[in-house]
């Protein structure tokens, strides 16, 4: 089973978090799992929920501050292995393209 998840964790408070962001990443080093950072957050995948946990709470504690938010969003399909890579490969395929990543600039740009 692989257990599929979106997490944004950051302090609530002015300025930039790109420090704080990198310290909840890097939390996740120490876990069995493998990840993906993006924009808005990060996709981690685990062997299963346990793992997934213990990581999530690690990213969370490692941002410090008064107040920290954390959105966790969990896709635990437990009849299947799918991987995240595997999902947004069935998307290119539907699209017949590959799809843009924000990390990849366009032509317009």
């Not at 938010?69 to 991987?83: F, N």
């Not at 069935?90 to 699209?95: H, K, Q, S, T």
Request: glycine share 4%; charged share 30%.
């Amino acid at each position: 089973m692989t257990v599929i998840a979106f997490l944004s964790v950051a302090p609530v408070r002015e300025g930039s978090m790109a420090k704080d962001v990198a310290r909840a990443v890097a939390a996740l080093d120490d876990h069995p799992v493998t990840y993906e950072t993006s924009p808005m957050g990060t996709t981690i995948e685990a062997a299963d929920v346990s793992d997934l946990f213990d990581a999530v709470k690690a990213a969370h504690r490692a941002v410090e501050g008064d107040r920290v938010s954390t959105v966790l969003k969990i896709d635990d399909k437990r009849a299947s292995d799918g991987s995240a890579a595997s999902k947004v490969d069935r998307v290119e395929d539907a699209l017949g393209r590959p799809a843009r990543s924000a990390a990849q600039p366009t032509d317009e740009t």
